[in-house]
């Protein structure tokens, strides 16, 4: 099973600022396949990227994802009121799936 | 407009079995190489990968929950189903059902209570 760890556990910051979150995999993970969803209170969770660096549809261009192998970067350029949330990673190839235990980005 | 929803019992009793239905509209079930997931949150907590299930019928489950869990498909209906068995209070959490990653349903609060 592929363990992944999430830093920083709180990353506060202000709207404009640059958020980077990291996501490390306890193995190499396979093509690239880990995502990163976005996740409100009282919401589901929300694809943002996936294959480590494709944004999904109607993803805003201020959100991109980046590294392969063990270590992951999801970066919100500039960040808008709406982005403060919990970001989560996922590794999505072999079974069992898993999540990081995401990174809460507040204000 | 893809949309799944997940329907079953807000309560279940300790011991007893939570069953939870995922029903898809606006496409059919069986129809690409989907794979249709269970997964679920306790109250202030990360996510927890349940299992798949593949438009083919293969599945794959949570090691950790593998010997409690069935997901099914039926595609007369577009739904596919999670049951976990022997619950306990541990079970207590949000369900979500999900296609791939990239579409959700709302979720079901579940919780295990006598």
């Known amino acids: 099973e592929i363990v992944l760890t999430q830093s920083p556990g709180t990353l506060s910051l202000s709207p404009g600022e640059r958020a980077t979150l990291s996501c490390r995999a306890s193995?190499?993970?396979?093509?690239?396949?880990l995502a990163w969803y976005q996740q409100k209170p009282g919401q589901a969770p929300r694809l943002l990227i996936y294959?480590?660096?494709t944004r999904d549809t109607g993803i805003p261009d201020r959100f991109s994802g980046s590294g392969s192998g063990t270590d992951f970067t999801l970066t919100i350029s500039r960040l808008e009121p709406e982005d403060f949330a919990v970001y989560y990673c996922?590794?999505?190839?072999?079974?069992?799936?898993?999540f990081g235990g995401g990174t809460k980005v507040e204000i | 407009q893809v949309q799944l929803q997940e329907s079953g019992p807000g309560l279940v009793k300790p011991s007893q079995t939570l069953s939870l239905t995922c029903t898809v509209s606006?496409?059919?079930?069986?129809?690409?190489?989907?794979?249709w997931h269970w997964i679920r949150q306790p109250a202030g907590k990360g996510l927890e990968w349940i299992g798949r299930?593949?438009?083919?019928?293969?599945?794959n489950y949570n090691p950790s929950l593998e010997s409690r869990v069935t997901i099914s498909l039926d595609t007369s209906k577009n739904q596919f189903s999670l049951k976990l068995n022997s619950v306990t209070a541990a079970d207590t959490a949000m369900y979500y059902c999900?296609?791939?990653?990239?579409?959700w349903g709302r979720g079901i609060l579940v919780t295990v209570s006598s």
């Open positions: 999900a296609r791939r990653g990239d579409l």
């Open positions: 606006g496409a059919s079930i069986s129809s690409g190489s989907y794979h």
């Open positions: 299930m593949y438009s083919s019928g293969s599945t």
């Open positions: 193995q190499s993970v396979s093509s690239s396949q």
């Open positions: 294959g480590a660096s």
């Open positions: 996922q590794h999505y190839g072999s079974s069992p799936l898993t």
